[in-house]
């Protein structure tokens, strides 16, 4: 059964549109990686300064890999131009883990 990771990031307000654009920028990265299944970026409605990042991944192991190959990659990368990394948006994360126990979809028609 499928493994869902959801990093919890503290945003403060000011950075709220810098993580987001920096997300939109990079839509689609992670779509080909093997065992991949799903992805959505949360915004806090309710007064948090906690986005969730969702993601589903077939197993564990896939889950891993894009840890420690592409997502480890970008996240090591030098700023445009060879300049320094621009500031993280996020303050602070912490990452959730859970298997899918049970799971719905809508009817068709």
């Not at 992805?39 to 969702?54: C, K, S, W």
């Not at 891993?64 to 990368?77: F, I, L, N, R, Y």
Request: hydrophobic share 35%; glycine share 8%.
């Amino acid at each position: 059964m499928s493994v869902v990771k959801i990093n919890v990031l503290t945003v403060p307000s000011e950075q709220r549109e810098t993580l987001e654009k920096r997300f939109a920028s990079r839509a689609h990265s992670v779509d080909s990686s093997d065992g991949f299944e799903w992805f959505e970026l949360l915004r806090p409605v309710d007064g948090t300064d906690n986005y969730l990042v969702y993601t589903r991944w077939r197993d564990e192991e896939s889950f891993q890999a894009w840890m420690e190959g592409p997502m480890k990659a970008a996240h090591q990368g030098s700023g445009a131009e060879g300049g320094d990394r621009p500031k993280p948006a996020a303050s602070g994360s912490t990452l959730w883990s859970f298997e899918v126990v049970q799971q719905a979809a809508p009817r068709s028609a």
